[in-house]
Structure formats: C-alpha cells, structure tokens
C-alpha cells in the first residue's frame, strides 16, 4: 500500500478549502481564523499555518520549497506576514528565501543552513519518485536557497492586533524547536514537538521529557 492510498486524510474533510491558485498547495479553513496550507502531493504531508490578526498576519513555517509559497499567502492576506520557523528541518523552511526575514531560533544547525540554504544528498528518499503523488517536473532539481534569520526569544511575543502569540522554546525534536500560545485564545500550534502519531526525539530523550513535562504542567 502506498503512503498516498490513505488519501484523502478523513480528519481534514471536515474544513473547507479556500482557493489557492496552485495545484501543489490545499488550503483548509480551520476554526479562530486560522489556515492549515497543506502540500499533500508529498508524503511528508506538510502543513504550514498562516495566522491573520487585525494589523498583522503571522505565517508559521513555509514548507518543503518545493513550489512558491507566498503567492498563496499573498492571495489569503493583504497584511503584512511576520515568518516564524517552528525549527529548521527543511520541510517546515523549505520557502523560507521568499522573504525578506524569517524568526527561527538561533542554533549552529539554523544559523549554517540560513547562511548556506540546504541541498538533499542524491539517495535522500524525500526527492525520490516515490515521495511524490504525481511524476517528478522534467529537470526537477530541489535545492533551498539561503535566507535572513532573526532570532527568537524565549517569552518573546507577536502582537497582531487582536492576538498575541507567545513564543517557547521546545527543545527535544530538535535543539532549535518551538511552539506559539495565544493566551486570549487558548490555542497552541505546536510544530514537530508535538502531534498525533511516532515522536522523534534528534535530541536526548531527557530533554524531549523536560520539554513535554513543561507543556504538560502549563497547558
């Protein structure tokens, strides 16, 4: 059985969609004026957020890079879009060269690959054909280009107006992770630290427990 014969995932049937302009990219509407843009064409299945407030939208993460995400992010938002990275694996940085800056927390790992970007190794199974839901572009070459970093604070707060954002730092799924709560609204968007399904801990497992014992006596 393929990673794509479970498409399409029954819990996303629920949203609707908004019109994205892009055959890559499937933007659900969720709850509190949130969208989940979706790139279910790979099997990473990766989902970026884009977080309109009243004078600000953020957008958390830009995706595998493999097509443009801020032509989409510029047709659901006029606002000005704040990027944060919830980390800097490539799958949730991929577009992070669209724009002008990016908030990641500040690592040796993030700070190399917004200096350098990030080109996969030729076997690496996430440009195989398989990873795709359709044949690869003719001359497809996947490569993220470098970018400009800021650096995350822990406790630092985006204020967009009529929401604001509180930014934690996650360590565990990687060095670089975080989450961002909006106490008003008692929402968490969590990224890789946590989620339905197999937790991976790039760190030692210690400090993956000390990051979930935290979320867990807050939230």
């Not at 957008?59 to 659901?76: F, H, K, Y």
């Not at 669209?98 to 030729?122: H, K, L």
């Not at 968490?188 to 014992?213: E, F, K, M």
Request: glycine fraction near 8%; hydrophobic fraction near 35%.
């Amino acid at each position: 059985m393929a990673w794509y014969d479970a498409l399409p995932r029954p819990q996303f049937t629920q949203f609707p969609q908004a019109e994205t302009g892009s055959n890559w990219y499937t933007v659900l509407k969720l709850p509190q004026n949130i969208f989940a843009i979706c790139e279910p064409r790979h099997f990473q299945e990766v989902i970026s957020f884009l977080i309109p407030g009243k004078t600000g939208a953020l957008l958390l993460d830009t995706g595998m890079g493999i097509r443009p995400i801020r032509p989409v992010v510029e047709r659901l938002t006029d606002l000005p879009v704040t990027v944060v990275n919830t980390h800097s694996h490539f799958d949730h940085a991929g577009g992070n060269g669209e724009f002008s800056a990016v908030w990641a927390w500040e690592t040796e790992t993030s700070r190399r690959r917004a200096r350098q970007g990030w080109t996969p190794e030729p076997e690496d199974e996430n440009i195989s054909p398989e990873a795709f839901l359709d044949d690869l572009p003719h001359g497809f070459a996947y490569r993220q280009p470098p970018y400009s970093m800021k650096p995350l604070a822990n406790g630092q707060h985006f204020d967009l107006g009529d929401r604001v954002w509180e930014v934690l730092h996650t360590p565990g799924h990687s060095d670089d992770s975080i989450v961002l709560f909006c106490e008003a609204e008692k929402l968490l968007c969590t990224g890789d630290t946590l989620y339905p399904g197999t937790l991976y801990a790039q760190q030692a497992p210690g400090a993956y427990r000390n990051t979930l014992q935290m979320l867990a006596d807050r939230f």
